[in-house]
């Protein structure tokens, strides 16, 4: 067999309990995995690569810390297509979260244009599970943006650097 590196990739502005579940589960499904920090520029968002990259690499490694992860788990921000980042890390795998089925049509589309780009690169959906199916981190930052507490979507690490904004 061969090892499988699987990469969950996302803007994750702001990380939120529901890509905090998607990293663990995915976690228990390859040799190891990626969470690819995507600056994504065309969506605005509201933190910078490198404080996202931070927050995400933070939490990994309380999971780890925790025991609740055991498979190696990288934290990388990047900048080009998932697909040439897939080679370059040798993945074989796209682990992608659905939260909806309004989710399942752009993610199709999205895993058939990178099936198209990459042959050997496979894309994994992963259900969100039922306690976070409504949360989204655009939803997050709406939120926030009014005062409202955000304390129940997101780690207290994401709480204190919204905070700061």
Do not use: W
């Not at 990388?76 to 909806?100: C, H, K, W, Y």
């Amino acid at each position: 067999m061969t090892h499988r590196i699987a990469i969950y990739p996302g803007t994750f502005d702001p990380l939120t309990y529901g890509h905090l579940d998607i990293i663990e589960r995915a976690a228990g499904l390859c040799e190891a995995l990626i969470v690819a920090v995507a600056s994504n520029a065309g969506k605005g968002p509201l933190l910078s690569v490198e404080e996202r990259t931070e927050l995400v690499t933070d939490e990994v490694r309380r999971l780890n810390d925790d025991g609740t992860i055991a498979a190696p788990v990288k934290v990388m921000p990047f900048a080009s297509l998932l697909t040439d980042f897939a080679r370059e890390q040798n993945a074989s795998i796209i682990v992608r979260g659905l939260r909806a089925v309004s989710d399942f049509e752009i993610e199709f589309q999205m895993a058939s244009i990178n099936k198209r780009l990459h042959g050997d690169l496979e894309t994994v959906f992963l259900m969100a599970a039922e306690h976070q199916h409504f949360v989204a981190s655009r939803f997050v930052k709406e939120v926030h943006k009014y005062g409202g507490d955000i304390s129940s979507f997101v780690p207290a690490s994401v709480v204190r650097k919204m905070n700061s904004l």
